[in-house]
């Protein structure tokens, strides 16, 4: 089935390790982005991507970051992770054109303790 | 400042209309989305409006008046199933998404 895979989809982490939530998807879409989410608030941009190779920051970069080496994955990594980064990350992507329609991978509940 | 507004929480009764409204302040317009997402699920997209107008789609239809900066969702025929949280977001100047907090609509019997 045609899609967005996000591995793990639930992590409990000690403050200052380093983690890294996978992204991976096999519409060949060129723009993909990661968004937090937090209860009471509008879906948060980290970080995007408009191709392969490239990556732009969000509305909230600090702490993420993200790479692009190819079509399909586009991981999101927090290198010393902290309490405020407990959130519900998803992982998204589209197609562009008139739409641009965001098609979501099923979310990776973070905890950091 | 850019801005999203839409109610916190909803009720209705099954088989009934509700009515989700969404007024935003954004720098710049490229269209308005609505998405739906159900309690521990990834948003859905449900809707897009580029032009003022009414765009139908089944039991869904979704409003825009750009010179209001108003838009609303419209659930006909209210099934249980439509409970979930209904995310009104809006393409700025830049092409980038700005989001509501979403509205959670609670179906009851």
Avoid at chain 1, 54 to 75: C, H, I, L, M, Q
Avoid at chain 2, 64 to 90: F, I, N, P, T
Wanted: with cysteine; glycine share 10%; proline share 3%.
């Amino acid at each position: 089935i045609a899609g967005i895979t996000q591995a793990p989809t639930s992590q409990i982490l000690a403050a200052g390790r380093r983690m890294t939530l996978r992204c991976t998807q096999d519409m060949r879409h060129n723009a993909m982005y990661w968004y937090r989410q937090d209860l009471g608030l509008g879906l948060r941009l980290i970080h995007y991507s408009n191709t392969a190779g490239t990556t732009g920051k969000g509305e909230v970069p600090d702490g993420y970051s993200v790479s692009r080496a190819n079509t399909d994955d586009f991981p999101l990594t927090l290198a010393s992770a902290v309490p405020s980064q407990t959130s519900v990350y998803f992982c998204a992507s589209s197609a562009g054109g008139s739409t641009g329609e965001l098609f979501f991978g099923e979310g990776s509940r973070l905890t950091v303790l | 400042g850019q801005n999203i507004d839409q109610p916190t929480e909803m009720t209705a009764t099954e088989g009934a209309i509700v009515q989700i409204n969404c007024t935003y302040q954004t720098s710049g317009f490229n269209g308005l989305f609505w998405y739906q997402q159900h309690a521990g699920e990834a948003p859905t997209f449900l809707s897009y409006n580029v032009l003022d107008g009414l765009e139908e789609k089944g039991r869904f239809s979704s409003f825009l008046s750009r010179s209001k900066g108003y838009s609303y969702l419209l659930l006909k025929e209210l099934q249980m199933k439509d409970s979930a949280s209904y995310l009104c977001a809006v393409r700025d100047s830049n092409y980038q998404l700005i989001w509501g907090a979403g509205t959670k609509l609670i179906i009851k019997p």
